[in-house]
């Protein structure tokens, strides 16, 4: 069941509204099931329906005019309440309903159990699947009802109501979630001819700028250098930095100005003290340094994702919080280092993990230092020509989000781990076109039999409780290539399996097989230099710059980041698709 509440002037116009039957063509036989006291005028079970409207109404604001005259009445007096079932929910009766209302004025503090002083209220039903309470918020002894959170309590009763009854039970949030577009927005979107409002194509653009910059000046650098999107700093008076806000130039008020949104009124998380302690929690490793051995960025970045769900484990809720926020951002990025073919559905994935990055525990953003520099450092990179890489990070991926969805249902979090549900759909998705190539390309090169069983020997000594579940994978012969390759190499195969078993336990992955494979390669590729030895030089010499890498005293290249945010936005619009 679903709350929805709001506030008026006008006890008649609603009372017109509830019982109208000309204009609204679902109103079908209006009727009263409840009020304050059983005994309300009821317009519809009358032969003059116009006259006992007037009195009902009368009756309503009996306490409002007295509180009037005293000068105490508040000025939107009225209360309104509907409540809406479940499509699948059973048609209830007059009596049911009857009882959800009372207990429903009762939970806000509209007309408390046993106060013979609460407010006036009725309860009209003119449909089958849901009520309407109109009530009036002066109380008998003329003072104004205390109804604050009310639809925060009504919710509550309404869960309770829905478990009792034997309803459907809706998923319910926390108020962290984003504000959604309102109707007037999604209007004005249709007509531009967009998918999606322009609140949510900035939440989309911001989000990915944050995960893009390593500070402040950064992220705003970037935000102004984006095609469509217009992008302010906000000022004190004493000329300290407030905020910012953006705008996008397609949607414009009917006088030709922005319609500016603050980074809050995009998300909660995306207010700026909260950019700021994100981007204050980021790893100065990420900058690059000529002259010294660098390792892999996405190699550091899927070993900081492993880790992931060994934190959410623990009992610290602020860490786990943080590290599920970084990982969110390293969805974020990803659109922006994927081939073009997978980019739909990592754009889908993040946006749809956004809704699990946020919840009422406090994020300790300091603790997720790893992956937040990590992620920088991988944008700092050329795009991987290797689809096992990112093969490699979204299998890691995949069990996060198996892992987060664990941790927000222990914790009653239920349109996070919907969230979740969702994300994990189109990350699978992606995975699977990700890691196709590189598995077949290892499949092809397939050692001779003598060597597979001494894979499979190896594989039942190590990993005795996975072996079989392994060898009846279909990805069991890439791994066989995997470590018959890593043993050339000069590596202790038995070492590497037990070193990628031991990273995190297998019961969660899909394919064990493929978890293993992009485990082995990492560790063969983590232990190998990745960078060769620099020649000796010569004093004063200029050192030599590794193909790639920026000048000491570069900065983040905002101007390519700015790029491939530019594609992102524009991908969100009609000409961009």
Not at 280 to 293: H, L, T, Y
Not at 363 to 377: D, N, S
Not at 464 to 476: G, L, N, T
Not at 542 to 570: E, K, N, Q
Request: charged residues 25%.
């Amino acid at each position: 069941m679903i709350a929805k509440i709001g506030s008026g002037k006008y006890t008649a116009g609603l009372i017109r509204y509830l019982f109208d039957t000309k204009k609204a063509k679902d109103h079908t036989d209006p009727h009263l099931v409840a009020s304050w006291d059983g005994f309300a005028p009821d317009p519809s079970r009358t032969d003059d329906f116009d006259a006992t409207k007037k009195l009902l109404v009368a009756d309503l604001d009996l306490h409002v005019k007295q509180a009037r005259r005293l000068g105490r009445a508040p000025e939107k007096h009225v209360w309104h309440c509907s409540i809406r079932a479940a499509e699948s929910d059973r048609h209830l009766s007059d009596e049911e309903w009857a009882d959800i209302a009372r207990r429903v004025v009762a939970a806000t503090g509209i007309a408390p159990d046993g106060d013979p002083d609460g407010c006036r209220w009725v309860a009209v039903r003119h449909a089958p699947d849901h009520i309407h309470i109109a009530a009036t918020k002066v109380r008998a002894d003329l003072s104004t009802a205390r109804h604050w959170n009310d639809y925060n309590t009504a919710d509550r009763e309404l869960a309770a109501i829905e478990k009792e009854y034997g309803l459907f039970q809706v998923v319910r949030g926390d108020r962290t979630a984003a504000k959604r577009p309102t109707r007037a927005e999604q209007e004005k979107a249709h007509r531009a001819g967009h998918d999606k409002p322009a609140r949510e194509r900035l939440r989309t653009t911001v989000r990915t700028a944050v995960a893009a910059a390593s500070t402040m000046e950064e992220f705003v650098h970037l935000l102004s250098h984006i095609d469509g999107v217009l992008a302010e700093v906000v000022y004190f008076p004493s000329g300290d930095v407030r905020g910012y806000k953006v705008a996008s130039e397609d949607t414009t008020t009917a006088n030709h100005e922005p319609v500016w949104f603050s980074g809050y009124e995009l998300s909660p998380d995306l207010s700026f003290p909260k950019i700021q302690k994100r981007l204050a929690g980021i790893d100065p490793q990420s900058a690059g340094q000529p002259g010294r051995r660098r390792p892999n960025p996405w190699h550091q970045a899927t070993t900081a994702t492993e880790r992931i769900p060994h934190h959410l484990d623990q009992a610290d809720d602020e860490v786990s919080q943080a590290h599920l926020a970084a990982f969110g951002e390293a969805l974020d990025a990803l659109p922006l280092l994927a081939p073009q073919a997978l980019r739909p559905q990592l754009r889908e994935a993040a946006t749809e993990f956004e809704r699990a990055t946020r919840s009422r525990i406090q994020a300790e953003h300091h603790h997720a230092r790893a992956l937040r520099g990590a992620v920088r450092a991988m944008l700092r990179e050329p795009a991987p020509k290797d689809g096992a890489i990112l093969a490699m990070f979204l299998d890691a991926a995949i069990l996060v989000v198996i892992a987060a969805a664990r941790w927000h249902q222990l914790r009653h979090h239920d349109q996070q781990v919907v969230a979740t549900q969702q994300t994990l759909l189109h990350l699978q998705a992606a995975y699977d076109h990700a890691a196709a190539a590189p598995l077949a390309a290892l499949t092809q090169r397939q050692p001779p039999q003598q060597a597979v069983e001494r894979q499979i020997r190896r594989l039942r000594q190590v990993v005795p409780e996975h072996a079989e579940q392994v060898i009846a994978d279909p990805a069991f012969d890439a791994l066989t290539v995997t470590l018959a390759e890593a043993e050339a190499a000069g590596h202790d195969p038995e070492r590497l399996l037990q070193q990628a078993a031991d990273q995190r336990a297998l019961d969660d992955a899909g394919s064990a097989a493929r978890v293993l494979i992009w485990r082995v390669q990492r560790l063969t590729a983590a232990s190998a230099p990745s960078t060769p030895t620099l020649p000796l030089l010569r004093p004063g010499a200029p050192r030599p710059r590794r193909h790639g890498s920026l000048p000491r005293s570069s900065p983040l290249p905002v101007a390519s980041a700015a790029a491939d945010l530019r594609l992102t936005a524009r991908s969100q619009s009609p000409r961009g698709q």
